[in-house]
């Protein structure tokens, strides 16, 4: 008989609880999936990035490798979230329209929908605005049907899928994804789904701060302002309010909210974004959010790292998503896992 073999996730955020999944799909007879991680979905830390997610889907356009991957992985996402979101309504992803008005249009906007790598065109209910549709002040505008999910709610909806389907979890603080090689039995792969990676030189934060209001908003809205700031608004599906957001800061460790940056997300919400009349452009705030986006200098890494003289053991990463990380994440689950299989790490799903 096979000795059985135990395959350690690390990290319980988007990528690591999707990634798990993914995984057990393809597991051979001997063996079984554990995710050890310092936060499960149930805790809110600072460093733990996915619960502070907005989280709705918004093409980005441009050439470079890494956009025209994260393009792909993208619009994987989009189709299994649109199935996820027919068959499972617990998961709390919801289609709705999502529009785009940008007042200074960068140039890879402007040429996105005729360009050959179109990050719109898998898009249901796709729609360039014409000149007397946009707003003043907006330039170039869309409108397509998007997808918003509650982050909370769906990173927990992961989990209990993960357990459900047999996998085990272990609440633990690794100082190196070494040390997950001896916390069962047999560890032959890790994956390590840590957001940052550990201590990667290409890693850095972006810090994001938002605020969470019980008014209600019929779509998601993301507008790019003349000064290169963007604003949206993203309704939490399963009455969890909506998400007005929001800041992109580079490097800043900051952890609490500035008062400054809430009062100009709502003063530019309550300008631009359809709530309902019934809120008179007064804000009912439940709670302000500071996250920080797990981003690294090219994009996610996803590769394998065999160890040790005979390459025994392995470690596949899988981080690094910054902040498109439930947009890309049954892309990026699905490309760590055919790593995986291109390693004969797991086994290939049989088509019966
Ligand atoms: C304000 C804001 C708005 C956002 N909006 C969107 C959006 O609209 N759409 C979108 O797609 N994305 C959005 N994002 C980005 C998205 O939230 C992140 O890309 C995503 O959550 C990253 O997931 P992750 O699993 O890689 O990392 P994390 O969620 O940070 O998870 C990392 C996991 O690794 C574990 N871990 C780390 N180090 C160790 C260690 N040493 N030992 C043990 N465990 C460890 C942690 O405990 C955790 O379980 C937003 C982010 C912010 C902050």
Redesign the pocket.
């Known amino acids: 008989m096979e000795e059985k073999e135990t395959i350690v996730v ?7 609880l999707t990634t798990a999944l993914c995984i057990q799909q393809h597991l051979k007879p001997s063996q079984s999936v554990l995710i ?5 979905p149930d805790a809110t830390s600072i ?4 619960p ?7 093409p980005v356009p441009g050439t470079s490798p890494q956009l025209i991957r994260e393009a792909k992985q993208a619009a994987r996402t989009y189709d299994v979230f649109k199935r996820l979101a027919a068959e499972e309504p617990a998961s709390s992803i919801k289609f709705l329209e999502g529009i785009e008005h940008l007042e200074a249009p960068p140039p890879e906007y402007l040429e996105a929908v005729d360009s050959e790598n179109n990050v719109y065109a898998h898009l249901d209910g796709f729609r360039q605005l014409s000149k007397d549709e946009l707003p003043p002040g907006v330039k170039w505008g869309v409108r397509y049907w998007t997808w918003s999910v509650n ?1 909370p709610v769906y990173c927990a909806f992961l989990l209990r899928k993960f357990i459900l389907k047999g996998g085990e979890t272990k609440e ?4 190196t994804p070494m040390e997950a090689f001896e916390l069962a039995k047999n560890v032959k792969t890790v994956v390590n ?4 990676g ?1 201590a990667d030189p290409k890693s850095f934060i972006i810090r ?3 605020c969470l209001v019980r008014n209600p908003c019929p779509v998601t809205v993301t507008r790019q302002n003349a000064d290169g700031t963007w604003s949206f608004c ?1 309704p939490r599906p399963l009455e969890g309010g909506t998400i007005i ?2 800041t992109k800061e580079p490097h800043d460790w900051h952890p609490n909210p500035r008062p400054e940056t809430r009062a100009r997300l709502l003063e530019n919400a309550s300008k631009w974004f359809p709530f309902t009349p019934e809120s008179q452009g007064k804000f009912d705030v439940i709670r302000d ?1 500071v ?4 981003a690294r200098e090219g994009g996610v890494r996803i590769e394998a790292e065999k160890l040790g003289v005979d390459g025994d053991n392995t470690i596949v990463h899988a ?1 690094g ?8 994440s049954w892309g990026i689950a699905e490309d760590a896992t055919e790593v995986m299989l291109k390693n004969g790490l797991l086994q290939e799903k049989s088509s019966l």
């Open positions: 690390i990290g319980a955020g988007v990528i690591g050890v991680a310092r936060e499960f460093n733990y990035t996915s502070w997610g907005g989280a709705h889907y918004r982050s633990y603080t690794l100082v789904c840590s957001g940052m550990f994001g701060q938002t993203i957001g929001g959010i996250g920080r986006r797990p981080y998503a910054g902040g498109r990380g439930y947009e890309l």
